[in-house]
Every structure is written in C-alpha cells, then in structure tokens.
C-alpha cells in the first residue's frame, strides 16, 4: 500500500509506493566499462592536463603537478564559478531588478582526485588512504572560507554516467558559494524553527529515534549513525550523521575522519555487494561558514543511488516517488554485511 | 563568463556557465528506437493490456476498451497513490510524530495516451488532435477535482528514457493529490507575496517584462507567450504561459485549446530540427483545486529538456548549472522556424 512520509528535516512528502517494492536485484543498470590511459587527466603521470595543484598529499620529496601524489586537488577545468568574478567593488549586491535578479559568477570550483589509481572505488580506498581524503576536504573547508567572501562550500561525488560522473577516475567535487544555497537556507531555516519548539537539536532528537527505533539502522560506530531516512527519497537512500552534535563539517576531528573512512569504506562495499556498477551522488549537508548555527544545524551526509529517474513529476511537484521501503533497504545493507565478512572484507 | 540568475516565480538561483555555452549540436544524446507491437498496452488493438478506461474520446459507436479510440485515460497499471487508500474515518490528518510524520496513500494516477499511432510525437500529432488531447485533459481536471477531497493536479510527460518514460508510445501521466505539492506551495506563497507588495500578478509582470524586451521570447501567439526563462534551469527550457491572468488550467477556453495545441505542436518541431531524439520532460504548474488563489496565481507549462544530468551539485545545493544561456537557446529556438517554414511544417 502506498505511502506518504515527510522527511522532519526538509518539510518534504516522499511517496513510499511499495506496491512496486524493489529489491536490489530487481533494478536494471547500465554496465559501465572503465579504462585507465593516457586520456585521462587523473591518472599519474598525467598531471599535465589538468589546471595546476592547489593542494596535495604525498610524500615530502614531491614536487607539485608531478607524480607520486596519494591525493590531488585541482581547480576544475570548467568551473561553474570562478574566484576571478569577484566584483572591482566587493559587493556582491544583485543587479537587475525583481524580476531579472543576477549576481557574479564568483566562487570556486575543485575537483578533489581521491586515488591516483585508475580503478578505486569508495571501498577499494584503504581506510588510512579515506583518512587521507576526509582531511584533504577539510583542509580545503577551512582554506577556502577563510578569507571571509565565502558562504557556503558544497561537496559533492557524482559516481557513475547515471549520476553524472564526466570522469570516471573516482574523485570528490567542491563548489564554493557566496551564500548558503536554496537547499541548505531551507534545511537551516526548519532545524532553528525546531531548537525554538523545543530547544532541542532536530537532528540529535532523529538520531535518537533512529537508534532507539533500529528498523532502519544500517551501522552505528562509536561516532557515526549510518541509517536509511524514514522518507528516503531514493531507493537505498542512506545517511551518515556524526552521533554528537556538530554543526559544521570543518568540525572534524581526526579520531571521527578515520572512523568516518571506515563507515565509507564499509558502505561503499555493502552497495558493491549488493548492486554491480550502482550509480550514485554523495552530498555533504553542512552549515554555512561563520557564527550562528552552532546550536541548532548538525552536519551529515547523503548517499543518493540513482536507480530511479527524476522525472516530470518530480520535477513538476517536488514530491519523490521511492519504490523501495527504507525499512528493506535498510535490512538488505545490513545483510550485506554478513557476505562482508565472509569474504573477509569488514573492515 | 558565469553568472548567478534568480528565478523570480521560485527565488531560485541558477549557474547560467556560459563559458560551456552549448549549442543543440554540442549535447550528445543516446539515439532511442522505438518499436510498436503486440507487447505495447497503449497501441491500438491492445486495449485489454491496461487497467478499464475511465475516459476516452473516439467515434460515437464506439464500445469502451476496444479499437477505434482517439485520446484514452486509464489509471496507471503501478499507480503511485490509490483512491481506495481513502480512510475510512474520512481524515487525512497526519499520523506518527513530528519525525516521522505519515499520510495514506490517497490520490490518483492516471495516464492519458494521446494517440493509437506508437510512432506519434508532440510535433506529429496534428493541431485538431493536440485539442482533444487538451480538452480531454481539462475533463480529466474537473471530474478528478469534482468530489472535494483532491488538492492538486499535477500533469506531466516524460519523453524518452532519460526523461523517465517507461513507455516509448507517447503519453501524459495525471497524478492527483489530497494537498498541493512542495513546488506548488513555493510558488503560491512567492506570487502571493509579490501580489501583496505590488498588487498585481507577478507572472502578468513577467509576461510584459518578457514580451517587452524579446531576447528570450521563442514565440507569441493570440493566447500565449512561449519564451525561455530568464533563470532556466536546463538548455533550452521553455515555458508557455497563457497571456490573460488565468490561475487555473481547468479555465482553459475552447480557442485557448486550439492555440495551444498549435503552440505545442509548433514547440516539439522546433526541439525535432535542433536535436535528434531530445528527452524533456513538460510539466504543468496551476493552482490547487478551490478558491481563493484567482487573484495572485497564473498557470503556466514548463517544457524541460533533460541534456544535462541532475548530478550532486543540484541534489545537495537545489541549485541548477545551465551551460546554455536562455538567451541563446530563445534564438537558437526562433531560427528553427525558418527551417519549419521551409519544410511546410509551420503549422
């Protein structure tokens, strides 16, 4: 029978239509073949084609844009927003009028290249290698807000065609914003509208619920909660939320980077296991840069597997259609640990 | 060089990238075949492979559910809400908590196959055709809407794979809601607001701001202005917007049908000549069944074509990148028709 659920933390309507309930084996998906070479401008050896390293890490002997590197940041070659269109006048105030608004195209745009290993995936990346990762992001968090022109740093993973991957060499992307955009306005604006009700954090209170409820649990570490959102969107749609309360991703210590590499590591491989070759779009959720969301935002991110197609009614009404329960979702990710250990891969 | 553009009917900004200003033959599409048959439900002859039909328009001597047909509605075989998911207790008031909040699944889901021939395409159909496809539509509208329990219409098509059809044979989808979706709330509130500081119509404003200044306007009839949004969200999205305040589709006259119908028609041959096989999606936005929006809102379509992917960046941020200016795309739009007159398919 289908359902309707709203996600507590978007205001959202999912239709949980579970009349059409899907199993992981009953999604078609395109095979994707992968061919490391000279073409592709993230593999070693190629660093030549790419914009110049505005970050690395590697052995101290390295010198930039040569190989050797664990993990490469680049400016995107086509960036969406470019640092250069800051305006002469350092005001960013919008031209145009109500019904043509416009501002500069300023902020920056970066391609994070997780592994300069042709064929990784998230859970072929050792743990100590995703570490690796996890503080190269946070290095450029704090980095590119610091000088203060920046709202909002949005990261983000496009894994595979489906999902809009232009490269297949597995890599993170970072768009950087003048200000928070529509998504997080809205998610910051229900959160503080929550801590007021009840001076409560709205997500502290879901993380309770979830663990407490367990149904849709995938894993719980000693910092993470990994679970399947009550109104997932998208089938196998899963959640990975820092246990104690933290606003923003630059937060980060290095004890919950590595157990956060792990997590990674572990839902990377329950998804192998359980899809070949799964398209899917991995989004931080984190506060904007600067003072006054301590108490009430609390940072996560989204895995996005991108079995179903966004399509008219979607993008028409804003609802979702999820043909999968989070419920089985969350019971098929968990089985999929017990295949993990017999192949010696839980960890 | 990038800008940031709002769309004033949803504050929405929008990453118009010129620096990747794309032309109808810079996208890539995956060429679609299509192929009629026994196995199609919507070809003629094949009436018993769908649910009853709950509406069709054909010959008087016609019998329901068998050949002959001109336009027919059927509810969708996997329907993603369901009338009998009415409650008994006649309530839709929200059960769970505040996280984890829970409606039945009531509503409709029907689909509307605008013709036997499988072959047949927006711009194939001929404009008397278009116009009972419309007036079917609008029936469809008030007979849905009739028993006061329904909120929202949303009517949409997906066209080829990418866009989400599931089918090939050319088709509309109606889903009806008990409450007016995410999307059409936003915008309700954003044109009330307008309405409540000027006292007018913000899509009346925006037809005379279009209209006036006529580098994004693709074409302009007796009842309808055709144009490319000011902050598009794809390449070549258009929008058709009646040009007298009208909030609701279900007030569309029987000359307003007609125009319209030639309007579509002309649309999809003007996409047919600048790409081969374009998936889009075109989506309806009116105002909820009842009064009480007259004043403030005017319904409009939205044709989408679906040439980039909805990748991480829009999922995290809500934010679009557009690699075609709307400026651009308007003419590119506009000078098909010269190719539309030179082929005799001006109308």
Redesign the interface.
């Known amino acids: ?6 996600d ?1 933390t978007t ?3 999912v ?3 579970q ?2 309930s899907k199993r992981p084996s009953d999604f078609q998906l395109p095979k994707e073949t992968k061919a490391a070479g000279a073409d592709c401008p993230f593999c070693d050896g190629n660093e030549a084609k790419t914009p110049p390293e505005v970050y690395a890490l590697g052995p101290p002997d390295r010198q930039p844009n040569t190989p050797g590197w664990w993990v490469r940041v680049v400016s995107n070659k ?5 640092l250069e ?1 800051w305006p002469a006048n350092g005001g960013l105030e ?1 031209g145009g009028f ?8 300023f902020g920056a745009h970066e391609v994070l290249i997780e592994s300069p290993d042709h064929y990784a995936t998230l859970a072929s990346h050792s743990q100590e290698h995703l570490d690796l990762v996890l503080k190269a992001l946070v290095r450029r968090y704090h980095d590119l807000g610091g000088d203060g022109r920046m709202g909002y740093m ?5 894994w595979g065609h ?4 232009s490269l297949e060499h597995t890599h993170l ?1 970072i ?1 950087v ?1 003048p200000r928070a ?4 306005a ?1 998610k910051l604006k229900i959160a503080q509208d929550y801590y007021h009700r009840h001076g409560l954090c709205l997500y502290c ?2 993380i309770k ?1 979830e663990a407490d409820h367990g149904e849709r649990v995938i894993e719980e570490t000693n910092h993470f909660l990994v679970f399947a959102p ?1 109104a997932s969107r998208f089938p196998f749609e899963t959640w990975i939320i820092p246990k104690s309360h933290q606003h923003s991703f630059g937060q980060l210590t290095g004890e919950q980077s590595f157990d956060l590499s792990g997590v990674l590591k572990r839902l990377g491989r329950r998804l192998e296991l359980s899809f070949e070759d799964l398209p899917y ?5 984190t506060a904007p840069y600067g003072p006054g969301h301590e108490s009430y935002y609390h940072w996560h991110l ?1 895995l ?1 597997p991108r079995l179903t ?5 979607e ?5 979702y ?1 999820n043909p999968t329960a989070p419920e089985a979702a969350a019971e098929s990710l968990r089985e999929a640990s017990l295949a993990m250990a017999f192949a010696g891969a839980s960890h």
Chains 1, 2 share one sequence.
């Open positions: 029978m289908p359902e309707l659920r709203k507590p205001d959202t309507w239709v949980i239509s009349e059409r086509f960036p969406a927003l470019r269109e919008m109500e019904l043509a608004a416009r501002m500069p195209g949005q990261i983000f993973k496009n489906v999902a809009g991957a992307q768009i914003l955009p529509k998504t997080a809205h209170d879901l619920f009550y779009n991995l989004v931080w959720q989204e996005l197609t966004i399509a008219g009614f993008l028409g009404s804003g609802y259609i």
